[in-house]
């Protein structure tokens, strides 16, 4: 999978940990780990991912 959208399956929430992890070729368990440790520290890290989540598109 060359671009970046957000797969049908395998979906936590929405799908974007699981699209940006095939993107670059991550464990998606690895990118999950990241976010949720993101989110202990101050900033706006939720309102990234919903960003995400309305910009990228979901796959056919």
Do not use: K, T
């Given at each position: ?6 797969p ?6 929405a ?46």
């Amino acid at each position: 999978m060359s671009g970046l959208e957000r797969p049908r399956e395998g979906r936590m929430i929405a799908g974007v940990c699981r699209a940006i992890a095939n993107r670059f070729g991550w464990r998606v368990g690895l990118v999950r780990l990241a976010f949720v440790v993101s989110c202990v520290l101050p900033g706006p890290q939720v309102l990234f991912y919903v960003v995400l989540w309305v910009l990228i598109p979901s796959a056919p």
